[in-house]
Nanobody, 125 residues
């Protein structure tokens, strides 16, 4: 069974930076795509960023483009999300997700099979 564990959340002032990590375990082969989603209180979970191995492509929500960077260390089976220029509206629980089968999309929750427990990011104004 695949396990995803997020870390790196915390409290930061607006304009600051945080780096989230997601460690995957339980499979001997690489995922086909990994992504980050977030959910603020009272709101639905939304797509943040994703990496797709088959095309070596990265994908970002418009709200984070230019501020967030997704990367992956395949040797360590870890995915990271570097978040710069953070805004109060970035405050949310951040979840990492992974899939091990080939699919087209990366921006929907149903594009992934495995999820972490989440890590809280709070940006103060």
């Amino acid at each position: 069974q695949v396990q995803l564990v997020e870390s790196g959340g915390g409290v930061v002032q607006a304009g600051g930076s945080l780096r989230l990590s997601c460690a995957a375990s339980g499979r001997t082969f690489s995922s086909t795509a990994m992504g980050w989603f977030r959910q603020a209180p009272g709101k639905e979970r939304e797509f943040v960023a994703a990496f797709k191995w088959s095309t070596s492509s990265t994908y970002y929500a418009d709200s984070v483009k230019g501020r967030f960077t997704i990367s992956r260390d395949n040797a360590q089976n870890t995915m990271r999300l570097q978040m710069n220029s953070l805004k109060p509206e970035d405050t949310a629980a951040y979840y990492c997700a992974a899939r091990y089968s080939e699919r087209i999309g990366v921006r929907r929750e149903q594009d992934y099979d495995y999820w972490g427990q989440g890590t809280q990011v709070t940006v103060s104004s």
